[in-house]
Protein backbone atom coordinates (compact mmCIF):
# COMPACT_ATOMS: atom_id res chain seq x y z
CA UNK A 1 0.00 0.00 0.00
CA UNK A 2 1.23 3.68 -0.78
CA UNK A 3 2.16 5.64 2.27
CA UNK A 4 0.10 8.68 2.96
CA UNK A 5 3.05 10.84 2.98
CA UNK A 6 3.68 10.12 -1.04
CA UNK A 7 0.72 12.03 -1.82
CA UNK A 8 2.42 15.14 -0.45
CA UNK A 9 6.00 14.57 -1.84
CA UNK A 10 7.55 16.77 -4.10
CA UNK A 11 8.95 13.24 -6.10
CA UNK A 12 7.00 10.74 -7.78
CA UNK A 13 5.15 7.75 -5.81
CA UNK A 14 4.00 4.22 -6.78
CA UNK A 15 0.65 5.71 -7.20
CA UNK A 16 1.63 8.36 -9.89
CA UNK A 17 4.30 6.80 -11.73
CA UNK A 18 3.71 6.71 -15.39
CA UNK A 19 3.46 3.53 -17.31
CA UNK A 20 5.59 4.55 -19.96
CA UNK A 21 7.35 7.49 -19.85
CA UNK A 22 10.12 9.74 -22.15
CA UNK A 23 13.37 11.12 -19.78
CA UNK A 24 13.11 14.96 -19.86
CA UNK A 25 15.87 15.60 -17.57
CA UNK A 26 17.71 14.72 -14.59
CA UNK A 27 19.72 16.67 -11.73
CA UNK A 28 21.70 16.04 -9.01
CA UNK A 29 20.01 16.49 -5.61
CA UNK A 30 21.02 16.15 -1.77
CA UNK A 31 17.69 14.04 -0.15
CA UNK A 32 17.13 13.32 2.93
CA UNK A 33 16.71 9.37 3.50
CA UNK A 34 15.21 7.28 6.80
CA UNK A 35 16.94 8.44 9.58
CA UNK A 36 17.51 11.95 8.94
CA UNK A 37 20.78 10.78 6.66
CA UNK A 38 21.41 13.23 3.50
CA UNK A 39 22.03 11.32 0.54
CA UNK A 40 23.07 12.96 -3.06
CA UNK A 41 20.99 10.73 -5.65
CA UNK A 42 20.04 11.17 -9.66
CA UNK A 43 16.32 12.44 -10.05
CA UNK A 44 14.59 11.29 -13.21
CA UNK A 45 12.48 14.14 -14.56
CA UNK A 46 9.64 13.17 -17.47
CA UNK A 47 8.50 14.65 -20.21
CA UNK A 48 4.67 13.50 -18.61
CA UNK A 49 5.24 14.68 -15.35
CA UNK A 50 6.17 17.99 -13.56
CA UNK A 51 7.32 15.83 -10.28
CA UNK A 52 10.71 13.59 -10.18
CA UNK A 53 11.52 10.20 -9.30
CA UNK A 54 14.71 9.64 -7.43
CA UNK A 55 16.80 6.69 -8.86
CA UNK A 56 18.41 4.04 -7.07
CA UNK A 57 21.49 2.05 -7.92
CA UNK A 58 19.43 -0.55 -9.84
CA UNK A 59 17.53 1.76 -11.77
CA UNK A 60 20.53 4.10 -12.93
CA UNK A 61 21.91 0.13 -13.66
CA UNK A 62 19.07 -0.35 -15.80
CA UNK A 63 19.08 3.18 -17.93
CA UNK A 64 22.74 2.03 -18.20
CA UNK A 65 22.19 -1.03 -19.94
CA UNK A 66 18.87 0.34 -21.96
CA UNK A 67 20.71 3.23 -23.28
CA UNK A 68 24.77 1.75 -23.31
CA UNK A 69 25.52 5.01 -21.46
CA UNK A 70 26.60 5.42 -17.78
CA UNK A 71 26.25 9.48 -18.25
CA UNK A 72 22.80 10.78 -17.64
CA UNK A 73 23.13 13.33 -20.12
CA UNK A 74 22.89 10.38 -22.95
CA UNK A 75 19.26 9.10 -20.97
CA UNK A 76 17.63 12.06 -22.40
CA UNK A 77 15.13 11.65 -25.16
CA UNK A 78 14.90 7.56 -24.12
CA UNK A 79 11.13 6.18 -24.05
CA UNK A 80 11.19 3.91 -21.01
CA UNK A 81 8.40 1.57 -19.77
CA UNK A 82 8.09 1.78 -15.63
CA UNK A 83 7.13 -1.61 -13.92
CA UNK A 84 6.73 -2.26 -10.43
CA UNK A 85 7.96 -5.47 -9.07
CA UNK A 86 7.81 -7.02 -5.78
CA UNK A 87 11.61 -7.99 -4.40
CA UNK A 88 12.60 -9.59 -0.85
CA UNK A 89 14.13 -6.72 1.45
CA UNK A 90 15.40 -8.13 4.75
CA UNK A 91 13.23 -10.72 4.52
CA UNK A 92 9.74 -8.18 3.68
CA UNK A 93 8.56 -7.67 0.36
CA UNK A 94 8.75 -4.44 -0.92
CA UNK A 95 7.24 -2.97 -4.43
CA UNK A 96 10.09 -1.40 -6.23
CA UNK A 97 9.89 0.35 -9.97
CA UNK A 98 12.45 -1.24 -12.87
CA UNK A 99 12.70 0.22 -16.13
CA UNK A 100 12.43 -1.32 -19.72
CA UNK A 101 14.10 0.11 -22.96
CA UNK A 102 11.05 0.46 -25.90
CA UNK A 103 13.69 0.31 -28.98
CA UNK A 104 16.40 0.20 -26.93
CA UNK A 105 19.56 3.12 -27.81
CA UNK A 106 17.22 5.19 -29.92
CA UNK A 107 15.69 8.10 -28.79
CA UNK A 108 11.93 9.39 -29.05
CA UNK A 109 11.66 11.91 -32.02
CA UNK A 110 8.06 12.25 -31.38
CA UNK A 111 5.51 12.41 -28.90
CA UNK A 112 3.38 9.94 -29.91
CA UNK A 113 3.24 6.90 -27.52
CA UNK A 114 1.22 3.96 -28.34
CA UNK A 115 -0.58 1.46 -25.27
CA UNK A 116 1.90 -0.99 -24.82
CA UNK A 117 1.03 -3.83 -22.10
CA UNK A 118 4.00 -5.30 -20.06
Avoid at 20 to 47: N, P
Avoid at 61 to 75: C, F, H, M, V
Amino acid sequence: MTHWKSFYSDYLGLHEYPDQAIIKSFSVQELTIQGGIKKKCIVLFFMQNKKGLPLNATQCGDLQRITKSADPENWKGIEILIKPIVMKFFNKNKEVLRFKGINEGSKVKEEVIEEIEF
